[in-house]
């Protein structure tokens, strides 16, 4: 099974939209350092995606900033095509 991670991203005009992206198998994310609770409910992160081709929000999950800095590999390691909530 892969993980899911669902954020709630704020739009400029102040609107938010839900995201779903999938990430990696549990096995790989733990080798890659992440814990249960790596990302809580409420933490702002940045995100390296592959978007859905179908142009729905969410895609395929590449890496996880988190407001402290840290980052967390998450997917497959093929370069992102798209950053959310920060700059590539």
Known sequence: PHVW??????????????????????????RAGWMRDTVKPGDEVSINTHPFRNGKPGGSLELVTLSDGRRFAAGNGVPSALVIGGEK
């Open 5 to 30: 991670l669902q954020l709630t991203v704020k739009g400029a005009d102040g609107s938010t939209q839900e995201y779903s992206f999938e990430g990696g198998a549990i096995g790989v994310l733990k």
